[in-house]
C-alpha cells in the first residue's frame, strides 16, 4: 500500500480497504524504522494522527475532500507551518514557530492532506548535498537498498558500512529521501538552482520544478527571490500533476504569482508523442559527465526518435556562464534576503546587548554557518557601489542572455529539451565532503540552473540504474506554463524507461533486529 | 596591507569542437560522443588585491564575520570565479530582474483583511515590554576594528 501511487491510494480510502489512521500510522512507524537516513527533522505524529481521523470522518460521512485526503505527506521545512517548528536547518530559526502556513501548505491542508513531518534540507537550503544543516546530513535510501549493496557486494553487517553511506543531494534531500522511502506519497521541496530536481534524480523519484510565477511562494523562507519555486517530489509523474493541480494558481499574497487562471488537469493514459519535437542541447555534454549518464541520456534520445518524434540537436551557447551568472545573482539576493534575521523580531538572538548593531552583528555571527555567511559577504561585494555595474548587473545581462537562448530554441519549433539532471550518480559522503560548498554547488546544478535563470518548468524523471545500482535521472524542461506537455511527455517516458522500485527490505528487518535487540537485552 | 596569496583556479575553458552527429547501429540518432569542451588548466588570474579596509567595510555591511583565513578564501575564490563573466559580450543588452518582466505585477485593493495579531507575532521575539520589541540602544557604530570581537585584527 505504501508504494501505490497517490490516485490508488485515494481509490483505496475511498472504498474502506485502508483508513486514513492506517496508512498515517504505517508511515510514522516506517519513518522511525528509517530513522537513520535523518530525512524528519520534526514528525508531527499527533498533528499527523489527528489530522488522520478528521479525514476518516470526512470518508465514513462520503465527504473526502479530493484526492489528497488522508494522504501523508511531508514538507521541507522552510515552509512556514502554523504551531510546527521551522528551522530551515539553522541555528538562527531553531526553535522559531511561526503564526501561519505558507500558502502551499495551507492549500495541501485544505484538501485534508496529513503532514506528517518537515524534512531536512542544508542550511537555508544553501548546497547540493543536503549535508550542510545543523540537524546533520541526509542519507540517501539508495545506500541501504538491495540494488546497491548487491552491485558493491557488501554483505549484510549494515554498522560495517556506515562509512560508505551516500549523499541524496540537495538542498531538498529529506523531502527526496522521504518520498524514496516510501514514509510518505508526496513532499514538497524548493527549487532555486536545481534543489528539488538534484536530489530526486539521486534518490529515484520524480522532481518538479513548475514555471516561475505558477505556484506561490508565500511562506517559503526565501534565498533568491527572482528564482525561488517551490518545488513537488512524487514517486510517479501522475502524481506530480495531482499535486500541481493543488498547489497551482494565483495568490493574493504572492505579487509574483501570474494572474492567469490555471486549470488542474490529469494527464492522458494514452500518449502519443510522434508529433514532438525534441532538443538535445549540446553545451550540455561537458566534459564531467560520466560515461553512464551520458548512455542513459543517449538511449533515451534514441527512444523518442524510435516512437516518431522528432529528436534534434539545439544550442543554448551562454550554457557555460550560467553557473557564474547564478553565483553572482544568488549571492547578491541572498545577502538582501538574510538581512531580516537580526534576532529581534523572531529566530535566535545573541546575548550581546551593547548596541543593536552589535547585537546584531553577534546574533548572525552565533546563527549563520560557513556557507550562508560567505554568501552574504560576497553578495554585499557584488553589491558594493564599485562593484555593482561590474558585477551585479552584468550578471542580469547574462541572465538575459541565458533565457533568450531558451526563448530562441523553443520559438524555432522545440517542445521539449531533454537533458541530463546530475553528472553521474550519487557519491558516497565522506567523498562529497572533499569539496567545499561552492565548488560542490557550481558542479552538480550545471545542468537544472539555467532552468531556473530562465523561469522554466523542468522535471527530472527517474531513469535507469547506474553500474553500482544507484539512481540516474534525466531532465525534461518545457516551455512557460506549458506543464500539461512537460508532464505528459515525462509521463511517457517514465512508462517506457521502468525505472525499478527501491528495495529496502534489508534495511526495514536490520532495523527491526535492532529494536528487538533492545528489546531483549533491557528485559 | 596584504595582497592575496595567488591561487590558481581550474577553470572550464571553453574551446569548440565541430558539431558531429553519429548514427548508431540502430540508424537512431544518437548525442555526440564526445564532449563540445575541453577542460584546458587557465594561467593564474592576476591577484586580486583584497585590502583589509574592504574586509572590514564588508563585515560591517553584512554584519557578519569572516571568522577566519577560510572566510577570507571562500570571497577570494568567489570574486574570481566571479570575474569569468567579464567575457561575455553584453553589449546592447538591458539588465533582467525577472522572467516576468512582461507582466504586471499584482496589487490588490488597498482594504484592511487581515491584522490584530499582536500577540502570535511578538510571541517569536525573545526579549519583549508591552507591544513592543525591546532592542539594545541604537545610534551606536559598530567598534572599530581593534575593539570589535573579529580575527581580522590579529591580522593588522
Request: charged share 25%; hydrophobic share 35%; glycine share 8%.
Amino acid at each position: 500500500m505504501l508504494r501505490a501511487a497517490l490516485r490508488e491510494v485515494s481509490t483505496a480510502l475511498k472504498e474502506g480497504q485502508v483508513s486514513p489512521t492506517e496508512l498515517c500510522q504505517r508511515c510514522l512507524s516506517l519513518i522511525k524504522a528509517t530513522k537513520c537516513l535523518n530525512a524528519y527533522i520534526t514528525v508531527t505524529e499527533d498533528t499527523a494522527l489527528r489530522q488522520a481521523e478528521e479525514s476518516e470522518k470526512r470518508y465514513r460521512r462520503g465527504q473526502s475532500l479530493g484526492d489528497l485526503d488522508g494522504i501523508p505527506v511531508a514538507v521541507k521545512d522552510n515552509f512556514s507551518t502554523t504551531g510546527i517548528e521551522t528551522t530551515c536547518a539553522s541555528n538562527m530559526l531553531k526553535g522559531y514557530i511561526p503564526p501561519y502556513n505558507a500558502t502551499v501548505v495551507q492549500k495541501l491542508l485544505d484538501q485534508g492532506a496529513v503532514l506528517i513531518g518537515k524534512t531536512n534540507l542544508d542550511e537555508f537550503a544553501m548546497g547540493s548535498g543536503s549535508t550542510d544543516g545543523i540537524f546533520g546530513p541526509v542519507r540517501n535510501p539508495w545506500s541501504y537498498s538491495k540494488q546497491y549493496r548487491e552491485k558493491c557486494g557488501q554483505n549484510s553487517h549494515l554498522e560495517n558500512e556506515d562509512s560508505s553511506w551516500l549523499i541524496t543531494g540537495g538542498s531538498s534531500g529529506g523531502s527526496a529521501a522521504a518520498v524514496s522511502s516510501f514514509t510518505c506519497f508526496a513532499a514538497l521541496g524548493s527549487d532555486t538552482g536545481g534543489s528539488t530536481r538534484n536530489p530526486a534524480a539521486h534518490c529515484g523519484v520524480v522532481g518538479l520544478k513548475p514555471t516561475y510565477g505558477l505556484v506561490s511562494r508565500h511562506g517559503l523562507i526565501p534565498l533568491v527571490n527572482s528564482m525561488d519555486v517551490p518545488g513537488i517530489l512524487t514517486r510517479c509523474v501522475d502524481d506530480a500533476a495531482t499535486v500541481l493541480g493543488v498547489l497551482a494558481g494565483h495568490d493574493p499574497k504572492d505579487s509574483t504569482t501570474v494572474q492567469d487562471p490555471f486549470n488542474p488537469f490529469k494527464l492522458p493514459s494514452v500518449i502519443d508523442v510522434g508529433k514532438l519535437c525534441i532538443g538535445i542541447p549540446k553545451e550540455y555534454h561537458i566534459p564531467g559527465l560520466s560515461s553512464e549518464t551520458l548512455k542513459v541520456w543517449s538511449k533515451a534520445a534514441d527512444l523518442f526518435e524510435n516512437a516518431g518524434a522528432r529528436v534534434i540537436e539545439v544550442s543554448l551557447p551562454h550554457t557555460c556562464y550560467s553557473i557564474v551568472c547564478y553565483h553572482v545573482l544568488c549571492a547578491a539576493e541572498v545577502a538582501s534576503n538574510m538581512a531580516r534575521f537580526d534576532g529581534l523580531e523572531y529566530g535566535h538572538r545573541s546575548n550581546m546587548d551593547k548596541s543593536t548593531e552589535s547585537m546584531y552583528a553577534a546574533t548572525r555571527r552565533e546563527g549563520f554557518n560557513d556557507v550562508v555567511r560567505g554568501r552574504i559577504l560576497s553578495g554585499n561585494y557584488f553589491l558594493l557601489k564599485q562593484n555593482y555595474e561590474k558585477y551585479f548587473i552584468k550578471a542580469q545581462k547574462v541572465r538575459r542572455l541565458i533565457a533568450n537562448d531558451f526563448v530562441n530554441v523553443f520559438s524555432s519549433g522545440v517542445d521539449v529539451l531533454l537533458t541530463p539532471t546530475t553528472l553521474r550518480d550519487a557519491v558516497p559522503y565522506v567523498e562529497f565532503i572533499k569539496e567545499d560548498n561552492r565548488t560542490r554547488s557550481a558542479q552538480d546544478d550545471i545542468f537544472t540552473q539555467a532552468a531556473n535563470m530562465s523561469g522554466l518548468p523542468a522535471a527530472s524523471i527517474p531513469t535507469a540504474l547506474s553500474e553500482k545500482g544507484l539512481p540516474i535521472g534525466l531532465q525534461f524542461v518545457g516551455r512557460a506554463f506549458q506543464e500539461l506537455q512537460l508532464l505528459t511527455v515525462a509521463k511517457w517516458f517514465e512508462k517506457q524507461a521502468k525505472f525499478p522500485i527501491l528495495q529496502l527490505q534489508e534495511m526495514l528487518d536490520h532495523a527491526d533486529a535492532l529494536s528487538h535487540q533492545k528489546i531483549s537485552l533491557s528485559s | 596591507m596584504w595582497a592575496l596569496r595567488g591561487c590558481r583556479c581550474l577553470r572550464a575553458a571553453w574551446s569548440w569542437g565541430g558539431s558531429r552527429l553519429a548514427r548508431g547501429a540502430t540508424g537512431g540518432r544518437q548525442i555526440d560522443q564526445n564532449p563540445e569542451w575541453q577542460l584546458e588548466e587557465q594561467k593564474p588570474l592576476p591577484q586580486k588585491k583584497v585590502t583589509m579596509e574592504l574586509l572590514d567595510h564588508l563585515e560591517r555591511l553584512a554584519l557578519v564575520d569572516f571568522r577566519n583565513w577560510e572566510g577570507v578564501e571562500r570571497l577570494e575564490k568567489a570574486i574570481q570565479f566571479a570575474d569569468q563573466l567579464h567575457e561575455v559580450n553584453t553589449e546592447g543588452i538591458e539588465p533582467m530582474d525577472s522572467v516576468l518582466e512582461n507582466r504586471c505585477l499584482y496589487l490588490r485593493g488597498d482594504n484592511i483583511t487581515e491584522g490584530n495579531c499582536t500577540k502570535e507575532l511578538l510571541q517569536n521575539a525573545s526579549q519583549t515590554a508591552e507591544e513592543y520589541f525591546e532592542a539594545p540602544p541604537g545610534n551606536i557604530p559598530l567598534p572599530k576594528l581593534e575593539e570589535r570581537e573579529s580575527f581580522l585584527q590579529d591580522s593588522n
